[in-house]
C-alpha cells in the first residue's frame, strides 16, 4: 500500500491533542499473548499435551505475529495438523486478562499529557479483545476517545489506512496538523499519521522496536515515559 502524506505543521507548532496506539505501546504486548497461548494449551489439554502446544505456540508466535496462522503452524509442527482449529481460535479469542502491566512510567506520563490536552487512542484488533486489554492496564480513563479501527470497517480500515486517524480527531474536534500520534510501529502507526497530516513519534518498545524508521518520523524515543518532557513544551497547555 503506496499512502500520500498530507502537510504537517511546523515542529514548533502547538500541540492540541495527543492520539496512542496499544500494544507495544502502552504496554509489552508479548504478556497478553502468553496468557491467551495458556489459555488455547488449557482448552485443548483433553487432545494434546498441554506443554507440548504452548511450547510450540510461542516458538511460532516468535517468528512473528503478522505472519498470522500461529495455531494453525503450532498444531502442524506437533503433527496434529488434523484437528480442527476453529476451537482452539475461540478460545484465542475469549482469553480476557484480570490484569496488564504498562510500561514503566505510563500511567504518569498519560496523567500529566491529559491535564494539559485531550487524549485519545486508536487500535486495531477485534474491538472486544482490544477494551478488554484497556481495562486490564487500568488506564482507559485517561483517553477521551477511543477508537478500534476495524469497527470502521473491519481489516480495510486497521492502520495505516487514515480512517481511524481521522474519526478519533474529528470526534476530538481537532486538526490533524495540532495533534501528535504515538506507536511503535513505523509500517502501520508512523505511516498512518503521516498520511493523516499528524506528527508522528516512534516509540522504540515491543516487536518491531529494531525496525528501521521508515517512514521516518517526527520524533523517536525510548518510551512512553519520555513523552512528559519531550512534548510538554508544545502543548496547548504547557506542563512547564
Known sequence: MTL??????????????????????LYEQAQWLDGAWRAVARMAAPVIEERALL????????????????????????????????????????FRPDVLAPYPGVD?????????????????GDPALQVSKLAALG??????????????????????ATAPFLAALE?????????????????????????????????LTGEYRDAPNEPEPW?????VAELTAVLGPLLRNDLA
Open 171 to 203: 470526534q476530538l474536534r481537532v486538526d490533524p496538523a495540532r495533534s501528535v500520534y504515538v506507536g511503535d510501529r513505523p509500517d502501520k502507526d508512523v505511516a498512518g499519521a503521516l498520511a493523516a497530516g499528524m506528527r508522528a513519534v516512534r516509540v
Open 219 to 223: 520524533l523517536a524515543v525510548a518510551g
Open 55 to 94: 511450547a510450540a505456540l510461542r516458538t511460532v508466535a516468535a517468528e512473528g505475529s503478522d505472519r498470522g496462522r500461529i495455531i494453525d503452524r503450532a498444531l502442524a509442527s506437533l503433527g496434529r495438523g488434523d484437528l480442527a482449529v476453529a476451537p482452539f481460535v475461540e478460545a484465542f479469542r475469549r
Open 108 to 124: 504518569a506520563c498519560l496523567a500529566a499529557l491529559g491535564d494539559a490536552v485531550p487524549l485519545g487512542l486508536i487500535t486495531d
Open 4 to 25: 500520500e502524506r498530507a502537510p504537517v505543521a511546523e515542529a514548533g507548532s502547538p500541540i492540541e491533542a495527543v492520539l496512542f496506539d496499544l500494544d507495544d505501546t
Open 139 to 160: 488506564l482507559a480513563h485517561h483517553f477521551r476517545v477511543v477508537v478500534c479501527s476495524d469497527e470502521l470497517g473491519g481489516r480495510a480500515t486497521r492502520k495505516p
